[in-house]
C-alpha cells in the first residue's frame, strides 16, 4: 500500500485521493501537521525536498505535485485508460485542463484567499477580478459538453473539482456561470470519493469561520 502524506482540508491532497478512489488504489495515510512545521523536518525532506503535500510514496518511490501523482495512480493502477485516455489528442485536453487549473485556477484561489486568511490581510479587488475570468474561462471550456474534456469522467473533472469546491466552501458563488453550475453539480454526483472530498472542504472551511 502506498504511503500518503495529506492534510484532509488541503485541496490538492483531495484530488489525488478521489483519484485514488477511482482506480481502487488503497492509501495509506500519514496526517502531516503543516502548522507544527512537520513538512520542514528532515525525515520528510528526505522523501520531498520540496515539502509540499500531497506527496505519494509507492513501494519507495515518492512523487508530490497532485496532477502528476493522479496521472501516476491511473497509469500505474487503472484496470483501463478512461481517467487518462491513451489518444494523444484527448490527453492533450486533458493536460490543458490540468494546467488551467494549476496554473490559473486555483492560483487565483490562492492570491485572492490566501492572503486574507493565514495573514489577514485585506481582500484585493484585482486578484478577485483574476478568479471571475478563471471561471468564465472555465466556463467557456464547458460550453456544450458534460465533462472538463470531453464527454467522460477524467483526471481534470476530479481536479476541477477539488478546486472548485474549495472555491464553494470560501463562498465563492458558482452558480453565476451556468455551464460550470451544471458540470459541477453533476461532478458531485458522479466523482468517487466526492463525499470524502466534501468532508475535507468542510474541514478546510473553518480557515473562513
Ligand atoms: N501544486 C502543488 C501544490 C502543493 C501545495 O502547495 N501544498 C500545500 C498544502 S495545500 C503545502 O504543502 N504547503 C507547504 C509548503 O509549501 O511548504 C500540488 O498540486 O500538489
Not at 63 to 88: H, N
Not at 182 to 196: M, R
Request: aromatic residues 16%; proline residues 5%; glycine residues 6%.
Amino acid at each position: 500500500m502506498a504511503d500518503f502524506y495529506y492534510l484532509p482540508g488541503s485541496s490538492p491532497c483531495r484530488s489525488v485521493i478521489m483519484t485514488a478512489k477511482a482506480v481502487g488504489v488503497e492509501l495509506n495515510k500519514k496526517l502531516l501537521n503543516l502548522r507544527a512545521g512537520e513538512h520542514l523536518k528532515p525525515e520528510f525532506l528526505k522523501i520531498n525536498p520540496q515539502h509540499t503535500i500531497p506527496t505519494l510514496v509507492d513501494n519507495g518511490f515518492a512523487l508530490w505535485e497532485s496532477r502528476a501523482i493522479q496521472v501516476y495512480l491511473v497509469e500505474k493502477y487503472g484496470k483501463t485508460d478512461s481517467l487518462y485516455p491513451k489518444c494523444p489528442k484527448k490527453r492533450a485536453v486533458i493536460n490543458q485542463r490540468l494546467y488551467f487549473d494549476m496554473g490559473t485556477l486555483y492560483q487565483s484561489f490562492a492570491n485572492y484567499y490566501y492572503p486574507q486568511v493565514f495573514a489577514k490581510a485585506p481582500a484585493d479587488p484585482e486578484a478577485f477580478k483574476k478568479i471571475e475570468s478563471a471561471f468564465e474561462f472555465l466556463n467557456t471550456f464547458l460550453e456544450g459538453q458534460e465533462y472538463a474534456a470531453g464527454d467522460s469522467l477524467t483526471v481534470a473533472d476530479i481536479a476541477l473539482v477539488a478546486s472548485v469546491s474549495t472555491f464553494e466552501v470560501a463562498g465563492f458563488e458558482i452558480s453565476k456561470y451556468a455551464n460550470v453550475n451544471k458540470w459541477y453539480e453533476n461532478a458531485k454526483k458522479v466523482t468517487p470519493g466526492w463525499e470524502e472530498n466534501w468532508a475535507g472542504c468542510l474541514e478546510f472551511k473553518k480557515f473562513f469561520e
